[in-house]
C-alpha cells in the first residue's frame, strides 16, 4: 500500500485547492519557515481522524479552516482526501485505490467519506487499524516522536509492537465483545428480578 496524493482544500493555509502527488521513492517537501510544510503532515493526521485540536497545533477544531488573510477572506469549510495505493490488498476493502476524505464546517458539522460515500469514522479507523497508518499508528512520525517513544512506559511502547503485528484489531473487538457480553448479562438480571417478581 502506498499514499499516492493528498488533496487539500481550505485547510489552514492551503485557501486553494492543491493536489500532491507521491512517487515512488523518497518525497522531500522543502520550503521556508511558516511556509506550511507542517501544516501537510496536519492534514494527513486530521483526514485519519485526529480529534485533538492541540495535536493539530490550534486551539479549536475549526482552527483548521482556512482563517482569511489581510487580502482574503476565510472560507467555511476545510477538506482533505487521501489516496491510497490498494493494489497489494493490504487494505480489507475491495478496491485497488481508496480514498479518505474529511470535511468540516464552521458550524461544526462534519463528514467522512470512503471512495466519495459518506461513512463513520469508525469505518474509517476499522479499515487502516493493524496498517500503521492510522491516526496512531507509527507511520507519521512527527517532530519529537522518536524521543517520546524512546521515554513512554513499557505498555505504550507494547501498543506500536501490536499495530504492527496486527493485534489491534482483534483487541479492539474483544473490548466490543466484553461491553456486549456485559449488557446481556445486566439485561439477564433484570429479566430474572422479573420473572421472580411474577413468580
Ligand atoms: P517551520 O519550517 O517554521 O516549521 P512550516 O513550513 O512547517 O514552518 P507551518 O507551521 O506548516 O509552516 O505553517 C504555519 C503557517 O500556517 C502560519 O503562517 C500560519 O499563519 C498558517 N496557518 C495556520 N493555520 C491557519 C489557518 N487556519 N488559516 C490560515 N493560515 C493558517
Redesign the pocket.
Known sequence: MQLKSVEIKGF??FADKVDLDFTHGITAIV?P???????IVDAIRWVLGEQSAKTLRGAKME?????GTENRKQLNYAEVSLILDNGDGLLPIEYNEVKITRRLYRSGESEYMLNNSICRLKDIYELLMDTGIGVDGYSIIGQGKVEEILSSKAEDRRSIFEEATGITKFKSRKIEAEKKLENTRQNLIRINDIISELE
Not at 519557515?33 to 501544516?39: A, C, E, L, R
Open positions: 489552514k493555509s520550503g519557515n511558516g511556509s506550511g510544510k507542517s501544516n482552527d483548521v479552516i482556512f482563517a
